[in-house]
């Protein structure tokens, strides 16, 4: 067992910018330097690094611009070094060793973080970034804790989605310009819209909450673009590669071709030179035709 957890060790990889310029990027061997591939790397909108086995998170500096990453199916073991990625909406970190939810809060754009299939035993809502709109903590043993699906709702007032159910709240308790709505029929339309609106500025003082459909909006399209933008790329490496494939095919195909019909000519030749009585050998070495003369 110590034996395979060495080795394991050793196979670990980590975060460069030249792992996620192979990963990312596709630019032509020949034409690239150093200072193109950095330049392309730093106008990265969306990152996979996922099943690289990587063990660390960090040297994030590169993308510092980055909207959506993708880390599913690693080794990681603990949430850090994310604090420079301020413009970060999509965090993948499915599927890996993590124990604890920590080192999140600095990221005030996070909309989407999946963080299913880990380690974590201890719910700590608090460390969670507050406009979290779309949060998935399936396969975690947290989740089995008493009062669960509440602490997290408390602690995330945008919250549209959790573990894949939507997230169903009750209404906000009626204030006292309500009821005095309620009890004057005779109030205009244009003054009920102006106690919707007051309402609605009692909301806000609730993190983010007014503007969690646009928001909800917002990170799903961004989900929508790194989807495509995915799909893109998985087209052009599965063109790439089926031309390389058949280019190969083609190669060895002229190859065995060849092989299977030189021998034949060879056999030939030989055969008609030694069995006509006609062909005698020159003076150069070489078997010529003898013409009998009339």
Known sequence: ??????????????????????????????????????????????VR????????????????NVYSLYLQ?????????LELLHNLRFLMLAANRIKEVENLTSLKKLGFLDLSNNQIEQLAPGEFPKCLIILNMTGNSCTKQEGYRERVMEALPALQQLDGSSVQRTKEPHGAGEEDQDTSDSESEEDTEEQYDSQTEKADSLPEVSASLGKVKECFAEIHKAMV???????????????????????????????????????????YQESDPKVGSSEGGTREMKIKEP
């Open 1 to 46: 067992m110590a034996e395979d957890s060495l080795c394991e060790s050793k196979k670990l990889v980590y975060i460069s910018s030249s792992l996620i310029a192979k990963r990312n990027l596709q630019l032509s061997a020949d034409k690239q330097t150093p200072g193109d591939t950095a330049e392309a790397v730093a106008k990265l909108s969306t």
């Open 49 to 64: 690094l996922d099943r690289e086995n990587i063990g660390v998170l960090g040297n994030f500096e590169c993308v510092k």
């Open 73 to 81: 199916q690693n080794q990681i073991k603990k949430i850090e070094n």
């Open 229 to 271: 933008y995915r799909s893109q790329q998985r087209r052009k490496e599965t063109e790439t590669d089926h031309k390389s494939r058949m280019n190969e095919l083609e190669k060895i195909r002229n190859q065995i071709t060849e092989r299977m019909y030189e021998p034949v000519r060879t056999k030939k030749d030989c055969s």
